[in-house]
């Protein structure tokens, strides 16, 4: 019986010239691996081997790889999804690099998470010379016909990436639909929201496919149109269970519409499907912890925390939430237990603050006001003499011990802080309206939000409306004063980076005024990676400079 490889008329590709990186545990499956490639026409010294992730992680940042063969149970430490995710997460591999995940776990829950994490493709041991050929050709030829798209998505270039998905599709039956799906994410990531929009509705038109439709959910949630979205979403996971991107969005889509219960469902359900996601685990603790389920919350964070241990996902959010969960549940041992671990593993000045002020609330919670009051002293102590930087949880944090210790005064200054500089956030203005309710300032509290709310806003656009009037440096004035007193306002870095731009267009550019604008976009994109406004000036200045 003729054995297919990549020489047959089927599938002629040319793989001498390909470095190629196996990652297996067993020195056998490596070798037998290594055999299969030779005989599909890898030249045997551009092949190079590990024995587990840690060594696999290794080689990828030594050098760049056409091909890694990875296998998903690699023993001790890092499993095969792990260095997969971190490969991407580092830039260690790049879109033309072909990843096919190899696994003997043939159950479902393993199956889902490692085609999670978005590998080209995955093989079941035992593994044939045969599949293993044809799934490499297969996945190549699509790798060559992307070649120029992934390029310009390289350089950031969305525009000609989408001209160039388009071009294609006139010819390029074989790949429509990965063509059309790259052009709508193109599309999304620009920021070309209608575009987007009319694409996937005349795709929809045509057939009902599940990613189509969970992306023009994403279009919708974008526009804030957050019923449209969860109709979407849910009739995306009804025809497609195992479509874990949609679970997380139509989560995030209900807590914002104030169904705890339904977001945590959806977790549940997702969390179930895939349990090995150290950030969905995470989120599902967020939102158990928020509706008082202590058992589930708990459970949750700790199973974050274990998968953390080898991902570099890792996150400190959920030791902090693990930590006040135990104390909610009157462990406080094991929450200070909890935190003295985060600040061994998060060794940062902005996560000492974090566990400061939770350890504080651990105190507070079980009893010990004296510990707690110093705690709080310490860390106002802190306040006043280093820029913190933005994270609301952690201001949200420090406010409640403040305000739970008496400082009343520096509480309020935190979540005034909190209010101007989100003030269209209504999930975290309601946050900071409970905190106000706990002690005792309900009415209090909301005429403060409103008044910092109303102030924002009008700082905010002051600087729009001076351009409007063609007044060019009252408005960068201004604007630059409300980012002084504002810094993790979203809408003031972009504001301030429109009127920079407006101002570089009509009287020319400075070295000056185009580093600061860059800058403020740079910034707006770090609390807000992906934001649609942000591609739109980031192109606007590009032209301006170019």
């Given amino acids: 019986m003729a054995i297919f490889s990549l020489r047959s008329p089927a599938s002629e590709m040319n793989f001498s010239n390909k470095t190629v990186l196996v990652i297996d545990d067993f020195q056998g499956m490596r070798s037998i691996l290594r055999e299969m490639l030779r005989s599909s026409g890898v030249d045997a010294k551009k092949i190079s081997m590990a024995a587990n992730g840690k060594e696999g992680i290794a080689l990828l940042n030594k050098g760049r790889f056409d ?6 149970n690699l023993g001790p430490g890092k499993n095969g999804q792990q260095v997969l995710e971190e490969a991407k997460f580092r830039g260690l591999i790049g879109l033309s690099c072909t990843w096919i995940m190899i ?25 044939a010379e045969a599949a293993l050929s044809l799934r490499l050709a297969k996945v190549w030829a699509k790798k ?58 005349n795709i929809l038109v045509e057939r009902d496919l599940p990613w189509a439709k969970a992306s023009l959910a994403k279009v919708m949630f974008k526009n804030g149109d957050f019923s449209a979205a969860k109709t979407l979403l849910e009739e995306t ?11 997380d969005l139509l989560a995030k889509t209900l807590q914002i519409m104030g169904d ?18 150290v950030i969905r685990q995470k989120n599902l603790g967020d939102v158990a912890l928020k509706m008082g389920k202590l058992e589930d919350a708990e459970q949750a964070y700790r199973k974050s925390v274990s998968l953390g241990e080898n991902s570099v996902l890792r996150t400190a959010g959920a030791y902090i939430g693990l930590a006040k969960a135990c104390s909610a549940n009157a462990n406080p041992d094991e929450a200070l237990k909890v935190l003295d671990q985060l600040n061994k593993n998060f060794a940062t000045k902005e ?21 707690a009051r110093l705690v709080a002293t310490e860390l106002g102590q802190l306040l006043a003499k280093e820029d913190i930087g933005a994270d609301s ?90 980012r002084k007193a504002m810094p993790s306002n979203l809408r003031v870095l972009l504001n301030l980076a429109y009127v920079l731009i407006t101002c570089i267009q009509k009287n020319g550019p400075t070295p000056e005024l185009i580093k600061e604008a860059r800058e403020s976009l740079l910034a707006a994109n770090v609390l807000s990676p992906g934001e649609p406004r942000y591609m739109r000036l980031k192109d606007l200045l590009n032209e301006c400079s170019s």
């Fill in 260 to 277: 705890l219960d339904g977001a945590c469902n959806v977790l549940e359900q997702a969390a179930k499907l895939s349990p090995n996601s």
């Fill in 237 to 247: 996971i009804w025809a497609n269970s195992s479509f874990l991107e949609a679970h």
């Fill in 351 to 371: 996560v000492r603050l974090k566990a400061m002020a939770v350890e504080g609330m651990v105190f507070h919670q079980n009893g010990n006001a004296d510990k």
């Fill in 67 to 72: 091909i890694v063969l990875c296998d998903f």
């Fill in 103 to 127: 696994t003997a776990d043939k159950t479902s829950e393993s199956v889902t998470g490692a085609a999670e994490y978005q590998p080209d493709a995955y093989l079941l041991k035992p593994v």
């Fill in 144 to 201: 060559e016909a992307f070649a120029e798209i992934y390029e310009a998505m390289k350089r950031l270039d969305y525009s000609k990436a989408v001209r160039l998905c388009d071009k294609r599709l006139v010819f390029d039956k074989a790949h429509a639909g990965d063509l059309l799906r790259t052009k709508c994410d193109l599309l999304l990531i620009s920021g070309e929201l209608d575009r987007a929009k009319e694409a996937l509705e």
């Fill in 393 to 482: 949880e952690r201001s949200l944090d420090m406010a409640r011990l403040l305000m739970a210790t008496g400082d009343k005064e520096g509480a309020v200054a935190l979540l005034q802080r909190e209010v101007k500089n989100n003030p269209e956030n209504n999930a975290l203005l309601d946050d900071i309206a409970e905190i106000f309710v706990h002690a005792e300032m309900g009415e209090e509290g909301a005429r403060l939000i409103e008044a910092s709310r109303r102030e924002a806003m009008e700082v905010m656009n002051r600087g729009v409306l001076l351009v409007r009037k063609a007044q060019y440096e009252e408005a960068i004035n201004a604007m630059r004063s409300a």
